[in-house]
Nanobody, 115 residues
Framework: QVQLVEYGGGLVQAGGALRLSCAAS????????MGWVRQAPGKQREVVAT??????NYADSVKGRFTISRDSAKNTVYLQMNSLKPEDTAVYYC??????????WGQGTQVAASS
């Protein structure tokens, strides 16, 4: 089992920045992929960014503005969000995959960028 706790969301002006953190506990040695998924009202759920041992991947909508990173010693994944736009407003969920293709979700944190 893996437990995920997120923090770092909030309200910022367009053009501002936020850093999301997600700390994993439990069977962290089995984690293969960590990432962030966002959900906004009236929009499709979107995989924002993922990271594993070999590579990072980003949605086209955030490329060049968001950066995902991972601190293996702390079992923590981060999402640095720069140049935030109103379109980035959503609930952001930390998401991990473990061996056996079992997926775990964080509780979600609200991000809002106003113009």
């Amino acid at each position: 089992q893996v437990q995920l706790v997120e923090y770092g969301g909030g309200l910022v002006q367009a053009g501002g920045a936020l850093r999301l953190s997600c700390a994993a506990s439990g069977s962290t040695a089995r984690i293969t992929v960590m990432g962030w998924v966002r959900q906004a009202p009236g929009k499709q759920r979107e995989v924002v960014a993922t990271i594993n041992s070999g590579s990072t991947n980003y949605a086209d909508s955030v490329k060049g503005r968001f950066t995902i990173s991972r601190d293996s010693a702390k079992n923590t994944v981060y999402l640095q969000m720069n140049s935030l736009k109103p379109e980035d407003t959503a609930v952001y969920y930390c998401n991990v995959v473990v061996y056996g293709d079992v997926r775990y979700w964080g509780q979600g944190t609200q991000v809002a960028a106003s113009s």
